[in-house]
């Protein structure tokens, strides 16, 4: 168990459908980051959040959209979404906004029929 | 703009060493890292080398760094069968704000 705790694991849902998935960073860690991981994209960095401010933004759709609350956790929101959407979504976090190492969770993976 | 690539596959036999190579564009990365992602799991560091350095090596496996080609290497000692897995570089700034990764490198041991 990394610490990094992500929800749900697993979630199927329809085109033009909007799902929430949540992440909750390793005690301490006060930076969280999003990566979608697909097969044809690889891993893609999405959005990175860092004590409740956004800090980088990566290859995020606008369809896409994310927060980090007082508390830490993070959710990724996605909306309208489509067949290509479907990937495994990662969250991982990091002490400070430019540490060296990011510890990852388990992913949660999106199937879009 | 920056840019982290590897070969996609690569098979050996159990108990031979295992030679993952990673290139990368951007000569300002501070930090380089080998991650390892076993099937239906997350990432997970398995070592990282400062810039300044060549060689890093922690059991069974050895990080070699070539600054000057922008070449990285993680050979792994008497590969396992539990050795299977993704083998993702990373590379990262000092106080940089998203990591780059590689593509990946699918290692397949064989018995």
């Known amino acids: 168990d990394s610490g990094v705790t992500q929800t749900p694991k697993h979630l199927i849902t329809a085109t033009g459908q909007r799902v929430t998935l949540r992440c909750s960073p390793r005690?301490?860690?006060?930076?969280v980051y999003w990566y979608q991981q697909s097969l044809d994209q690889g891993l893609q960095f999405l959005i990175q959040?860092?004590?409740?401010?956004?800090?980088a933004k990566g290859n995020i759709l606008e369809r896409f959209s994310a927060q980090q609350f007082p508390d830490l956790h993070s959710e990724l929101n996605l909306s309208s979404l489509e067949l290509g959407d479907s990937a495994l979504y990662f969250c991982?976090?990091?002490?400070?906004?430019?540490?060296?190492?990011?510890?990852f969770g388990a992913g949660s993976r999106l199937t879009v029929l | 703009g920056e840019d982290v690539e590897q070969s996609l596959f690569l098979s050996v036999r159990e108990g031979d060493s295992s030679v993952i190579n990673c290139t990368y564009t951007?000569?300002?990365?501070?930090?380089l890292y080998w991650y390892k992602q076993e099937p239906g799991a997350g990432l997970q560091l398995l070592t990282y080398?400062?810039?300044?350095?060549d060689m890093k090596q922690d059991q069974r496996l050895t990080v070699l760094l070539n600054k000057k080609d922008k070449h990285l290497s993680l050979r792994i000692a008497d590969t396992q069968t539990g050795d299977s897995a993704i083998y993702f570089c990373?590379?990262?700034?000092?106080?940089?704000?998203?990591?780059?990764f590689g593509p990946g490198t699918r290692l397949s041991v064989l018995p």
């Open positions: 991982a976090s990091s002490p400070r906004s430019g540490a060296n190492v990011l510890t």
């Open positions: 005690s301490g860690d006060l930076s």
């Open positions: 959040y860092y004590n409740g401010e956004e800090r």
């Open positions: 951007d000569s300002s990365s501070t930090y």
């Open positions: 080398i400062f810039s300044n350095m």
């Open positions: 990373a590379e990262s700034k000092n106080y940089g704000q998203n990591f780059v």
